[in-house]
């Protein structure tokens, strides 16, 4: 154990030395740490002095949390949560312990025991995500040889967790349950779990390849699940033990919890049987010339677009459709959705989305709009009339609601067991669920797609979040808190979909949807309950369950530890007769409202056999671990500080529709780091890795290097440390993924919104180098696309006279003026002659008639051609500087592009290694190295001016 406790504080300071990650309170923390531990040790043992038994204990204790202080890191761009969180909750359930063993309860050592097991397991746990951070894995993803040593640590902490527990129950004198014969075994397990989690801590080796059942997408979530479970059970084990008193209100609060929650289900069914009752309503035939515009969007769904879209033109004549096809789809989406232009060429319009997200490319889109109504659809939803003529009706009558939210079912949902499994809950949550928080609380959300707008209302709060993993709740929480739009749902608007294919494709899927809820209800929740009066009680009443509901899985999941006591007669049991009352209550109260929800839903017909009936009602209560799983695996994920990755849900439809398939052109690589259908997250480090080192003039920078040795791009600048290099690294691995495309096809007008949280445009031309700017920021996207717009148009008015100005000392700039006298535009730089500022005027009055707007988020990669007639790509900040460079040039367009998209796959999780000076020769990233100055603030984007391919990287 020393050694391990030796090798892991050794490891620590080569991190810090080669400034690859700053250690909390810095590098002092290592040495404070180290002596702590070793003072720590001598006291435990007696050397210094005699101490009570107790006093020793603590020592030791207070001494492994100097450990894990001197070994934990400080990762940049972490946030606060993740930062804090679990580590400060450790460090109290220790302090806990340690205050626990000085009583002198009977059943304060017990406790204490618990708590440091569940303290210690979380310091561990916590001090693994951020050293992996550290090395570039942000969290270890399934099939990854980092996965591996997460799983043996989860192994490790959660299996010596259960054996605390064992030995703290069944432990002489007094035993709460008697078995001496394990109480030893299980001390020895306990012991066997602390040092392997304390040698995992340690630079670990790479294992042999091992079966994926073990690392893959499911194992991940339910081992993730199981260990925070177990921490927190034991924990909760450990305040009980401490004091007695606190189990009957604990007990209580959780049964109060889980009636309240029955009875909602209770109510829910109730109301869905009243609705029942009521004669459905028939509305209006569809006008041919409705006045709404039918978006849909796509990513690598060319396997079921063509039969959506078949279908939604068909039922919907007349009606214009906008499809949304993602630029950087992998299959044949684009393909499809432009073969649907040429064969419906009055009706169909195609944008290829370029913003990297679904939410970017619906902002980017809405400006194309010229309905007052807007219909929103994923590539495999269908509608039909209906759908249509009553959302319509609906929003023409209510004008204080701006969506009309409609209901979700499933298209096939007796394909296969999966989509039995997956429909029981789709069904309960579209015709159960939504519609009573909708009529009984107002709480409707929108929910993602088959949804009715007002064109009006996205804009009036910005647009979608391309920073949300659910961009629909996070769009409905700021409709509700910052305008007086309000979201309806219909339940009998049916939209059918499919479902996913895989298991692991449903726990991506579901993973998002819980991790976005999470996201939202950590922003938002607050500003919903100040917001109480414009919200009044019961919407806010409402929409505050619905975001509890999306966190509380932690808390339902403590019924282990309560049940334990209740066991042992530790604690009273309930009367006889409360508990056969709560037992009537609570437990059929799942299986019912799944029940009502698949065999009397009106709109899909199930068989209604005794075989259906059972799988029914397996699926109800499955759901019931299935969604804890899930839930608790996103919020592990969030407290890891694991990047949002937005995977597409493969899904497969019944019919192929045979279209023109040997016309379609093949698309390049998927971008980002979005996974096909049936394949396993790729290792990318064995195929690209980042290089750092020092550059002639003393400056660190990085590359990105294939396994064949070419080098694919260039840092756009250089920095005073290592760390400075590490924080770049850190902001390309969240920015590529999202990053558009611009083209500038000769030109291209970029609209972002800059550090200071203004909107701002420049001109772009067809070497990437900005040719104008906008004089000032605007408050919003539509004032700078207004602007961009004008501007346009007076450089390309050749009567218009611009100003030439002296920029002080520096030289000359050009700024040109609206009818009224403001500035509109101006050049970007200053120039030191005045013949060169009107040579750059010159060049923006080309390029100006011909450049589209571009909208871009907080980065995009620009594709230009350079003075040789290269092919090359920049990745641009949207402050304007230049944070990655092509390493060369290429032959075309889709040279340049193709190797974009090796970026969007490697950046995301490639290793760092260090190089010695010019050297070519890697070393470990722990080792020390010239160039290593001192700390730096400078962040990546934060260069004085652009840089172009740097020469020391070639």
Same mark, same amino acid.
């Given at each position: 154990?020393?050694?391990?406790?030796?090798?892991?504080?050794?490891?620590?300071?080569?991190?810090?030395?080669?400034?690859?990650?700053?250690?909390?309170?810095?590098?002092?923390?290592?040495?404070?740490?180290?002596?702590?531990?070793?003072?720590?040790?001598?006291?435990?043992?007696?050397?210094?002095?005699?101490?009570?038994?107790?006093?020793?204990?603590?020592?030791?204790?207070?001494?492994?949390?100097?450990?894990?202080?001197?070994?934990?890191?400080?990762?940049?761009?972490?946030?606060?949560?993740?930062?804090?969180? &679990?580590?400060?909750?450790?460090?109290?359930?220790?302090?806990?312990?340690?205050?626990?063993?000085?009583?002198?309860?009977?059943?304060?050592?017990?406790?204490?025991?618990?708590?440091?097991?569940?303290?210690?397991?979380?310091?561990?746990?916590?001090?693994?995500?951020?050293?992996?951070?550290?090395?570039?894995?942000?969290?270890?993803?399934?099939?990854?040889?980092?996965?591996?040593?997460?799983?043996?640590?989860?192994?490790?902490?959660?299996?010596?967790?259960?054996?605390?527990?064992?030995?703290?129950?069944?432990?002489?004198?007094?035993?709460?349950?008697?078995?001496?014969?394990?109480?030893?075994?299980?001390?020895?397990?306990?012991?066997?779990?602390?040092?392997?989690?304390?040698?995992?801590?340690?630079?670990?080796?790479?294992?042999?390849?091992?079966?994926?059942?073990?690392?893959?997408?499911?194992?991940?979530?339910?081992?993730?699940?199981?260990?925070?479970?177990?921490?927190?059970?034991?924990?909760?084990?450990?305040?009980?033990?401490?004091?007695?008193?606190?189990?009957?209100?604990?007990?209580?609060?959780?049964?109060?919890?889980?009636?309240?929650?029955?009875?909602?289900?209770?109510?829910?069914?109730?109301?869905?049987?009243?609705?029942?009752? +009521?004669?459905?309503?028939?509305?209006?035939?569809?006008?041919?010339?409705?006045?709404?515009?039918?978006?849909?969007?796509?990513?690598?769904?060319?396997?079921?677009?063509?039969?959506?879209?078949?279908?939604?033109?068909?039922?919907?004549?007349?009606?214009?459709?906008?499809?949304?096809?993602?630029?950087?789809?992998?299959?044949?989406?684009?393909?499809?959705?432009?073969?649907?232009?040429?064969?419906?060429?009055?009706?169909?319009?195609?944008?290829?989305?370029?913003?990297?997200?679904?939410?970017?490319?619906?902002?980017?889109?809405?400006?194309?709009?010229?309905?007052?109504?807007?219909?929103?659809?994923?590539?495999?939803?269908? &509608?039909?009339?209906?759908?249509?003529?009553?959302?319509?009706?609906?929003?023409?009558?209510?004008?204080?609601?701006? &969506?009309?939210?409609?209901?979700?079912?499933?298209?096939?949902?007796?394909?296969?067991?999966?989509?039995?499994?997956?429909?029981?809950?789709?069904?309960?949550?579209?015709?159960?669920?939504?519609?009573?928080?909708?009529?009984?609380?107002?709480?409707?959300?929108?929910?993602?797609?088959?949804?009715?707008?007002?064109?009006?209302?996205?804009?009036?709060?910005?647009?979608?979040?391309?920073?949300?993993?659910?961009?629909?709740?996070?769009?409905?929480?700021?409709?509700?808190?910052?305008?007086?739009?309000?979201?309806?749902?219909?339940?009998?608007?049916?939209?059918?979909?499919?479902?996913?294919?895989?298991?692991?494709?449903?726990?991506?899927?579901?993973?998002?949807?819980?991790?976005?809820?999470?996201?939202?209800?950590?922003?938002?929740?607050?500003?919903?309950? !100040?917001?109480?009066?414009?919200?009044?009680?019961?919407?806010?009443?409402?929409?505050?369950?619905?975001?509890?509901?999306?966190?509380?899985?932690?808390?339902?999941?403590?019924?282990?530890?309560?049940?334990?006591?209740?066991?042992?007669?530790?604690?009273?049991?309930?009367?006889?007769?409360?508990?056969?009352?709560?037992?009537?209550?609570?437990?059929?109260?799942?299986?019912?409202?799944?029940?009502?929800?698949?065999? !009397?839903?009106?709109?899909?017909?199930?068989?209604?056999?005794?075989?259906?009936?059972?799988?029914?009602?397996?699926?109800?209560?499955?759901?019931?671990?299935?969604?804890?799983?899930?839930?608790?695996?996103?919020?592990?994920?969030?407290?890891?500080?694991?990047?949002?990755?937005?995977?597409?849900?493969?899904?497969?439809?019944?019919?192929?529709?045979?279209?023109?398939?040997?016309? +379609?052109?093949?698309?390049?690589?998927?971008?980002?780091?979005?996974?096909?259908?049936?394949?396993?997250?790729?290792?990318?480090?064995?195929?690209?890795?980042?290089?750092?080192?020092?550059?002639?003039?003393?400056?660190?920078?990085?590359?990105?290097?294939?396994?064949?040795?070419?080098?694919?791009?260039?840092?756009?600048?250089?920095?005073?440390?290592?760390?400075?290099?590490?924080?770049?690294?850190?902001?390309? !691995?969240?920015?590529?993924?999202?990053?558009?495309?611009?083209?500038?096809?000769?030109?291209?007008?970029?609209?972002?919104?800059?550090?200071?949280?203004?909107?701002?445009?420049?001109?772009?031309?067809?070497?990437?180098?900005?040719?104008?700017?906008?004089?000032?920021?605007?408050?919003?996207?539509?004032?700078?696309?207004?602007?961009?717009?004008?501007?346009?148009?007076?450089?390309?008015?050749?009567?218009?006279?611009?100003?030439?100005?002296?920029?002080?000392?520096?030289?000359?700039?050009?700024?040109?003026?609206?009818?009224?006298?403001?500035?509109?535009?101006?050049?970007?730089?200053?120039?030191?002659?005045?013949?060169?500022?009107?040579?750059?005027?010159?060049?923006?009055?080309?390029?100006?008639?011909?450049?589209?707007?571009?909208?871009?988020?907080?980065?995009?990669?620009?594709?230009?051609?350079? +003075?040789?007639?290269?092919?090359?790509?920049?990745?641009?900040?949207?402050?304007?500087?230049?944070?990655?460079?092509?390493?060369?040039?290429?032959?075309?367009?889709?040279?340049?592009?193709?190797?974009?998209?090796?970026?969007? +796959?490697?950046?995301?999780?490639?290793?760092?290694?260090?190089?010695?000076?010019?050297?070519?020769?890697?070393?470990?990233?722990?080792?020390?190295?010239?160039?290593?100055?001192?700390?730096?603030?400078?962040?990546?984007?934060?260069?004085?001016?652009?840089?172009?391919?740097?020469?020391?990287?070639?």
């Amino acid at each position: 154990m020393s050694v391990l406790t030796i090798a892991a504080l050794a490891d620590a300071w080569r991190l810090t030395r080669a400034r690859a990650a700053r250690p909390i309170g810095g590098a002092a923390t290592i040495l404070f740490g180290t002596v702590a531990l070793v003072v720590a040790l001598l006291l435990a043992g007696e050397v210094i002095v005699d101490l009570p038994a107790t006093v020793r204990i603590v020592s030791l204790t207070a001494g492994a949390q100097a450990f894990f202080v001197a070994i934990d890191v400080r990762i940049s761009g972490a946030s606060r949560s993740e930062r804090v969180a &679990v580590p400060f909750s450790g460090h109290l359930a220790v302090l806990l312990g340690s205050v626990l063993v000085l009583e002198s309860t009977i059943s304060a050592p017990r406790a204490a025991l618990l708590a440091y097991s569940s303290g210690f397991a979380a310091l561990s746990i916590h001090v693994f995500w951020m050293r992996q951070r550290a090395l570039g894995v942000a969290p270890p993803r399934p099939h990854s040889y980092p996965r591996y040593w997460e799983a043996a640590l989860l192994v490790a902490v959660g299996s010596g967790a259960l054996a605390a527990v064992f030995v703290a129950f069944t432990a002489e004198p007094d035993p709460i349950a008697s078995a001496p014969w394990a109480a030893r075994p299980a001390a020895v397990i306990a012991g066997i779990g602390f040092v392997s989690a304390l040698a995992i801590q340690a630079p670990a080796p790479r294992l042999p390849e091992l079966p994926a059942a073990l690392i893959g997408v499911t194992a991940t979530a339910t081992q993730h699940a199981f260990t925070t479970v177990v921490a927190l059970n034991t924990l909760v084990l450990a305040l009980l033990l401490a004091d007695t008193r606190t189990f009957l209100p604990l007990l209580g609060g959780y049964l109060v919890l889980l009636t309240v929650a029955v009875v909602f289900e209770y109510a829910m069914v109730l109301k869905a049987r009243q609705r029942l009752g +009521r004669a459905r309503t028939d509305p209006d035939p569809l006008d041919p010339n409705a006045p709404v515009t039918v978006v849909v969007s796509a990513a690598n769904e060319a396997s079921v677009l063509p039969e959506s879209l078949s279908h939604n033109l068909e039922a919907l004549p007349g009606v214009q459709f906008l499809l949304l096809p993602a630029a950087k789809s992998s299959d044949d989406t684009v393909a499809v959705a432009h073969e649907f232009r040429e064969e419906y060429p009055d009706r169909v319009r195609v944008m290829e989305g370029t913003a990297g997200s679904k939410a970017g490319d619906l902002n980017a889109a809405w400006e194309y709009v010229e309905t007052p109504f807007v219909l929103l659809l994923d590539a495999d939803e269908t &509608v039909d009339a209906e759908f249509v003529s009553r959302g319509l009706a609906r929003l023409e009558t209510n004008p204080a609601v701006g &969506v009309v939210q409609g209901r979700k079912a499933a298209k096939y949902p007796e394909q296969n067991a999966l989509s039995r499994f997956v429909s029981a809950d789709r069904q309960h949550s579209t015709w159960i669920e939504h519609p009573f928080m909708s009529e009984v609380f107002g709480a409707a959300h929108f929910a993602g797609s088959a949804a009715i707008f007002k064109r009006e209302v996205p804009p009036a709060v910005g647009g979608w979040s391309p920073y949300r993993l659910t961009e629909d709740i996070d769009l409905t929480l700021r409709l509700l808190v910052d305008t007086d739009w309000r979201v309806a749902y219909d339940p009998e608007m049916v939209a059918y979909e499919l479902n996913p294919t895989t298991v692991p494709a449903l726990i991506r899927q579901r993973v998002r949807w819980a991790r976005g809820w999470a996201q939202v209800t950590a922003k938002h929740g607050p500003s919903v309950v !100040r917001s109480w009066r414009s919200l009044g009680i019961k919407r806010t009443l409402g929409v505050c369950w619905l975001l509890f509901a999306s966190v509380s899985a932690p808390l339902y999941t403590v019924f282990p530890a309560l049940l334990l006591l209740s066991l042992v007669g530790f604690a009273s049991p309930l009367p006889g007769v409360v508990a056969v009352a709560l037992a009537l209550l609570l437990l059929p109260a799942r299986g019912v409202s799944i029940a009502y929800a698949t065999m !009397r839903d009106p709109d899909i017909e199930l068989p209604r056999g005794i075989g259906r009936r059972v799988r029914m009602l397996g699926h109800a209560y499955l759901w019931i671990p299935v969604g804890w799983v899930i839930q608790i695996h996103a919020l592990y994920l969030q407290l890891a500080g694991a990047p949002g990755i937005w995977h597409v849900t493969p899904k497969r439809g019944q019919k192929t529709v045979e279209r023109k398939s040997a016309e +379609r052109r093949r698309r390049p690589p998927a971008g980002s780091t979005t996974l096909r259908a049936g394949e396993p997250d790729e290792v990318p480090w064995v195929r690209a890795r980042f290089e750092v080192y020092t550059d002639r003039a003393g400056e660190a920078r990085f590359r990105l290097r294939h396994e064949n040795g070419n080098v694919l791009a260039d840092g756009g600048e250089g920095y005073a440390s290592r760390r400075g290099v590490r924080r770049a690294i850190t902001a390309l !691995r969240e920015l590529v993924g999202p990053a558009a495309y611009l083209r500038c096809n000769p030109a291209g007008i970029e609209v972002y919104r800059d550090a200071g949280n203004e909107w701002q445009w420049r001109l772009v031309g067809p070497n990437g180098r900005a040719l104008a700017e906008s004089p000032t920021g605007y408050s919003d996207r539509p004032g700078a696309v207004k602007g961009a717009r004008l501007a346009r148009e007076r450089l390309a008015d050749d009567d218009t006279e611009p100003e030439m100005t002296r920029d002080g000392e520096e030289g000359y700039r050009w700024r040109l003026r609206a009818e009224n006298g403001r500035p509109i535009a101006r050049s970007v730089r200053s120039f030191p002659r005045e013949r060169a500022a009107r040579d750059s005027l010159a060049r923006a009055r080309e390029y100006a008639p011909v450049a589209d707007l571009l909208d871009i988020g907080r980065a995009a990669f620009e594709l230009y051609a350079d +003075r040789a007639g290269k092919h090359r790509f920049r990745l641009r900040h949207r402050n304007g500087n230049i944070l990655l460079d092509s390493g060369q040039g290429y032959a075309t367009r889709r040279g340049a592009r193709d190797a974009v998209e090796g970026i969007r +796959r490697y950046v995301p999780i490639a290793p760092v290694e260090l190089l010695d000076g010019h050297g070519s020769e890697p070393r470990s990233e722990d080792e020390p190295g010239p160039g290593d100055g001192p700390e730096t603030d400078t962040e990546p984007g934060s260069r004085a001016e652009d840089a172009t391919a740097n020469p020391d990287a070639t």
